[in-house]
């Protein structure tokens, strides 16, 4: 079956510094989607991605789609406490729908 | 927009005994509903999806019998755990997609506590 690689697993920041996270694919996905967890609670949708080179921002995050269509970045930028959580990716291909989660990657900024 | 409500946020029962948790689409219409369970520390585990009007789909290894799914509108699903065990203690969240849109929202989780 599909699988994603995210990496980093974690990373520890300064408050003010940029962060970057990818995924990468064994296999094409039509979709790309970038979400961030809190502590207890659901997976918040950051930013959607539906074209391949496809490159959009909301706030201080920015995320690429891959040409190949088998990754995809996210980057934050000017990083600030709120910004901590659990970052994860997650792809889509098939007419299911379903989303291929990635492991997550766990942000920790230092005030 | 796109608000997803799950409920109850929390919920503790004894082994043996069934628990049902709701998962509503609030401003949308969900035509696809899913359901993930997450252990800590680990990323979201995709359980079922399910179709308004029509029988879940369960991933391989989730026992339908168990995981009891209904999907009788478009704007909410239901997860009956049944004969509940300690092992099935879990953090599940459900997801709505819109009609038309991979975008999937999320709930905000249940706590399933088996004692």
């Known amino acids: 079956g599909q699988q994603l690689n995210q990496s980093p697993q974690s990373m520890f920041i300064q408050e003010g510094e940029d962060v970057s996270m990818n995924c990468t694919s064994s296999s094409i996905f039509n979709t790309w989607l970038w979400y961030k967890q809190d502590p207890g609670e659901g997976p918040v949708l950051l930013i959607a991605?539906?074209?391949?080179?496809e490159l959009t921002s909301n706030g201080r995050l920015t995320a690429q789609f891959g040409i190949t269509r088998k990754d995809s970045f996210l980057n934050i930028s000017a990083s600030i406490p709120s910004d901590v959580g659990i970052y994860f990716c997650?792809?889509?291909?098939?007419?299911?729908?379903?989303?291929?989660f990635g492991k997550g990657t766990l942000l920790t900024v230092n005030p | 927009g796109a608000v997803v409500s799950q409920h109850p946020s929390r919920v503790i029962c004894k082994s043996g005994t069934s628990v049902k948790i709701e998962c509503r689409s609030l401003d949308f219409q969900a035509t696809t509903m899913f359901w993930y369970r997450q252990f800590p520390k680990q990323s979201l585990m995709l359980m079922a999806t399910s179709n308004e009007g029509s029988k879940a789909t369960y991933e391989q290894g989730v026992e339908k019998d168990k995981f009891l799914i209904n999907h009788a509108s478009l704007t909410l699903s239901t997860l009956t755990v049944t004969s509940a065990h300690p092992e099935d203690s879990s953090f599940y969240i459900c997801s709505a997609r819109n009609t038309g849109s991979y975008e999937q929202y999320f709930g905000p989780g249940t706590r399933l506590t088996v004692t």
């Open positions: 997650a792809g889509s291909g098939g007419s299911n729908y379903k989303l291929t």
């Open positions: 991605l539906y074209k391949a080179g």
